[in-house]
């Protein structure tokens, strides 16, 4: 079957540098998705990787590595309003989209 | 700029009332997406249209359906609601296939008692 995989929840410090780690196994690949969600809002795009190796976008950068299924999202010094659920989402060969179940990051003073 | 603007915003229906959620998008994408979130599941689609005039079924779609009269507009209606049908729906839209950024609507939250 397919799946993706990432944490539940995890806690970091303002200022400080988290990674936020996603697993997928999907009937072929077609890219991998990073959305952010704050409480009782809608899902915004963060990024697109398709190819291996890391895209930087100012304090957040993502991941890929297609041959071990893997992906992160890192961001660096947090911010207070950083503060939410980040969703994984692989494209399989039929073009659709599977999504983890999120990762909630608690941002602490 | 509304983008993507769904209603209602929320609502609490009887079991067995029929229901229609609206979604109007204003970015002339050709897909567009009906997702539900529950608590500790990632998003679930329902159904989706690729292009005005054609649907497709997701991977929830039964208790619910869809029409595409116009590139805008893709309501979603449960026939006869059941407590199950509890949710927060999400409409989206995107200017191509899944390789393509999708944008939510701001969600809708349903009740079903």
């Known amino acids: 079957g397919q799946n993706i995989d990432q944490p539940t929840e995890m806690t970091a410090t303002e200022g400080a540098i988290v990674q936020i780690n996603c697993t997928y196994q999907?009937?072929?690949?077609?890219?991998l998705f990073w959305y952010q969600q704050h409480a009782g809002e809608a899902p915004t795009f963060l990024s697109y990787?398709?190819l291996d190796g890391l895209e930087e976008k100012g304090r957040f950068s993502s991941f890929l590595s297609r041959s071990k299924g893997y992906s992160y999202l890192l961001l660096k010094e947090l911010q207070m309003k950083d503060s939410a659920s980040y969703l994984c989402a692989g494209v399989d060969s039929n073009y659709q989209l599977i999504w983890g179940a999120g990762t909630k990051l608690i941002i602490k003073p | 700029i509304a983008g993507i603007t769904q209603a209602p915003t929320s609502q609490i229906l009887a079991a067995g009332r029929r229901m229609t959620l609206r979604c109007t998008q204003d970015?002339?994408?050709?897909?567009m997406y009906w997702y539900r979130q529950d608590l500790g599941l990632g998003l679930r689609l329902i159904h989706y249209?690729?292009?005005?005039?054609?649907?497709g079924k997701g991977e929830v779609p039964d208790g619910y359906s869809v029409s595409r009269a116009n590139t805008d507009d893709f309501p979603l209606t449960l026939a006869s609601a059941v407590p199950s049908q509890t949710s927060v729906y999400f409409c989206?839209?995107?200017?191509?296939?899944?390789?393509?950024?999708?944008?939510f609507g701001e969600g809708s939250r349903l009740t079903v008692l």
């Open positions: 989206a839209s995107s200017d191509r296939d899944n390789t393509g950024e999708l944008f």
């Open positions: 999907t009937s072929g690949f077609n890219g």
């Open positions: 249209s690729n292009t005005a005039g054609t649907t």
């Open positions: 970015m002339r994408h050709n897909a």
């Open positions: 990787n398709v």
